[in-house]
């Protein structure tokens, strides 16, 4: 009876053992599958994502309303686009955000100078914290569009060097009405600030100037001499010269042939 109990006993040593084996074999693997599964959903990248941005800037003394009609226009136009977000940038540097990005278009972005008045330097430096917001809302490339000192604003922005692996890559300038030499004659550009640092300059970057003459080689504000300077700051620079009624310096924000000019160019 001994023997037979033995045998009975080892038979169920040997079924408690399996099932522990299983029960242990079971439990790693499901934990396993988990971490596998939850390091997957961390690198996966969303998909609500906006693709890029064009950036608009105002130039000295303007507001929201400086661009923003541009900015309708061209989202009607083109189904690509989509429109309604905007950044306020304080005095102090900080800003608020107001709408949000659109999935898998190219948003259309205003930033607006609380203190429109501001140096074009200082914005510059100001600027590198909304495209700061811009690469962490997913945004990894950006073209910019700029009237009048918006555009040294920018270029102020571009000679600084930002990190493109902490901001946006910038691909194309759309530069209306800038004056770049904003000294009277391109001739007197020993002391201009922009063409000292121009090597900092992108040498990949597109720019297109667009620059009014309302018949005396200027659009009234600007000379042609002066928005014409940045063929000097530019590497890859084109540039069209438009007249008629709305070639004065403040309508060429309103103005068809220079919607049409920034939609070719942003869409080629």
């Known amino acids: 009876m001994k023997k037979i109990y033995n045998r009975r006993n080892g038979v169920f040593v040997t079924l408690l053992l399996v099932v522990v084996v299983i029960l242990s074999a ?7 599958q988990s971490t596998a599964g939850e390091k997957a959903s961390a690198k996966q990248p969303s998909t609500d994502e906006p693709m890029s941005a064009v950036v ?7 507001s929201e309303n400086s661009m923003a009609p541009m900015i309708k226009r061209l989202a009607k136009k083109e189904k690509s686009f989509a429109s309604g977000v905007t950044f306020t940038i304080e005095p102090n540097g900080s800003y608020e955000k107001k709408g949000e990005f659109v999935a898998h278009k190219k948003n259309l972005v205003n930033v607006v100078y609380a203190d429109s008045q501001t140096e074009a330097a200082t914005e510059g430096e100001q600027l590198a914290t909304v495209m700061s917001a811009l690469r962490e809302a997913g945004i990894k490339t950006v073209d910019f569009v700029a009237h009048s000192m918006g555009g040294t604003t920018i270029t102020y922005y571009l000679e ?14 759309v530069a209306i009405g800038t004056p770049f030499a904003w000294a009277g004659t391109a001739a007197a550009s020993e002391n201009n600030v922009l063409e000292q640092n121009k090597v900092d300059l992108p040498t990949n970057l597109s720019v297109y100037g667009i620059i009014g003459n309302v018949g005396d080689e200027s ?18 620079y084109q540039e069209a010269i438009i007249t008629g009624d709305k070639a004065a310096h403040s309508k060429l924000r309103n103005n068809d042939k220079v919607d049409e000019i920034i939609l070719r160019f942003l869409t080629n």
């Open 26 to 32: 079971c439990g790693p693997r499901s934990s396993d």
């Open 56 to 62: 608009f800037i105002h130039g000295y003394n303007g």
């Open 160 to 173: 600084s060097q930002p990190d493109e692996t902490k901001v946006p890559k910038v691909e194309k300038f």
């Open 219 to 236: 659009d009234g504000t600007v000379p042609y001499a002066d928005a014409h300077f940045a063929k000097r700051l530019f590497a890859n």
